[in-house]
């Protein structure tokens, strides 16, 4: 791991609203972070980031030991929810700035629904926003959210994916193959 600057702003709590939306992605109305995660989970507006360096490398992050839904595993490079009236676009411009202190360009590439639960503790059920983007600068991480990260080659994080699956978020799985197997221009282009 690259050592950069660090933040420690918090940026998220369990009470902030989100969007709840139907399988179309139409907003039904807002309810507690907390609440969306409860049980079984209630379907919600959510995205994902992979950001790559100039020289392909994926940057990831593992999860702070806080998080109610699996801490300490690893995932891409960020992901959140709009708050309720945020813009999508807006929503991923913040985050990213707010969890690793980047701007990037970023671009939208698909949109899936997932359902992952977590023993107990809790579920996420999302309609998830995926983007890409690059970077030529390090990241400045926020320690309320992030306990580590590093930039990755492809064919390693498909490797350490291979012989340790359990690591890492069920979403960030999902999203890698479907990249990889579905979109793999699109990463190159991104890179």
Not at 136 to 156: L, V
Not at 178 to 188: G, I, K, M, N, S
Request: with cysteine.
């Amino acid at each position: 791991m690259t050592r950069a600057a660090t933040q420690s702003e918090i940026v998220s709590s369990d009470d902030e609203a989100l969007i709840r939306v139907d399988g179309n992605d139409r907003p039904i109305g807002q309810l507690s972070k907390s609440a969306c995660h409860d049980g079984a989970g209630l379907l919600h507006r959510a995205f994902s980031l992979f950001v790559f360096n100039r020289k392909g490398e994926l940057l990831i992050q593992q999860r702070h030991t806080s998080k109610r839904l699996w801490p300490a595993y690893w995932s891409n490079s960020c992901c959140s929810h709009p708050r309720a009236g945020e813009d999508i676009d807006i929503a991923v411009a913040r985050r990213l700035h707010e969890e690793l202190g980047l701007e990037a360009k970023l671009r939208f590439v698909y949109k899936f629904e997932y359902r992952a639960e977590f023993g107990t503790l809790g579920t996420e059920h999302e309609l998830c926003s995926v983007f890409v983007g690059r970077t030529e600068r390090e990241p400045a991480i926020n320690t309320n959210e992030i306990a580590a990260w590093k930039w990755i080659a492809p064919d390693a994080l498909d490797r350490e994916l291979a012989q340790t699956p359990a690591a890492f978020t069920p979403w960030f799985k999902m999203e890698w193959e479907r990249l990889r197997t579905d979109l793999p221009d699109l990463l190159l282009r991104a890179s």
